[in-house]
């Protein structure tokens, strides 16, 4: 290769990691932001050495085989990869980085919003005051559950889950967890560990997600372990929507058996789920775990420094493939 590689970055970004990006690489940029379709994206890499992409754009295994001999890096502007087969990517030489630890303060804040918003019935406060319905008031008006004292459990009690669990401390909540192994003790912090997911979810007063979408946890959520949930227990998925069979949990909602559910991510997105939209007991974010100011600026950053390695001959930090 001679002079600067040149990079696709498939979205708008931060101003501030764009410049970067332009500072170090012959980088093209989406400056309208507009979602490339299938055939755009690998139209867009056959002349890059790297791609900047982010959940928005699927790499499944035609999209993979479809990519250049040149494309060297995949480095994704998220933590989850589920939508990179990494199998296809690794078969074709081709690295694949995510963007982990930078994104943990942020989306762990959307789980407590999540969970307070579905707990003090955010969303259907929200819609009254605003709709101008707000029309009585009564000691029995609005009640909500409390979380203090309460059980929050977590499941995949990775680096988003502890800081989770670090700020649900906050509220006196006892902690429990399920990972395949228990955490040292020192990042456990005396959080109960559960050796199965369906222990962990009937011992969960309030039970987060915190898994990456993967052959083994997609449906985790079915009918039979939100049966298996403390009746009035409350859901929050902040990390993927193919985590939870989103029929169950409205059959959950509707019956009474959940109290309520924080949802900031769907199977289908973006749109998310209308049978969810039209119940009261639930709280939604259109997937914004990730969205702030201060994170997308790290994320990007992140990115632009596994491509650095890369291209540095070095090893990326992030490494998934
Ligand atoms: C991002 C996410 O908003 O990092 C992830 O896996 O789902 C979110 O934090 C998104 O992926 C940004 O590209």
Known sequence: MTGRPRLLVTRRLSPEVEARAGRDYDAVFNPA????????????????DAVLPCHSERFDADVIAALPDRLRL??????????????????????????????????????????????????????????GRWTTWSPSFMVGTQVTGKRFGILGMGRVGRVAAARARGFGMEIHYHNRRPLPQDAAQGAIWHDTPESLIAASDVLSLHCPATPETVGIINAARIALMPRGAILVNTARGALVDEDALV???????????GLDVFRTEPGGNPALAALDNVFLLPHVGSATFETRIAMGYRA?????ALFAGREPADRVA
Do not use: K, Y
Request: net charge negative; glycine share 6%; hydrophobic share 50%.
């Open 304 to 308: 632009l420094d596994n491509i650095d």
């Open 33 to 48: 932001d507009r979602v490339l379709t299938r055939e755009e994206l690998v139209a867009a890499c056959q002349d890059v």
């Open 251 to 261: 059959a959950a909602l509707q019956d009474g058996h959940l109290f309520a559910a």
């Open 74 to 131: 995949i480095a994704n502007h998220s933590v989850g990869v589920d939508h990179v087969d990494l199998v296809a990517a690794r078969a074709r030489g081709i690295v694949v980085t995510n963007t982990p630890d930078v994104l943990s303060d942020a989306t762990a804040e959307i789980a407590i919003l999540c969970m307070l918003g579905a707990a003090r019935r955010g969303a259907e406060g929200d819609r009254l005051v605003r709709e």
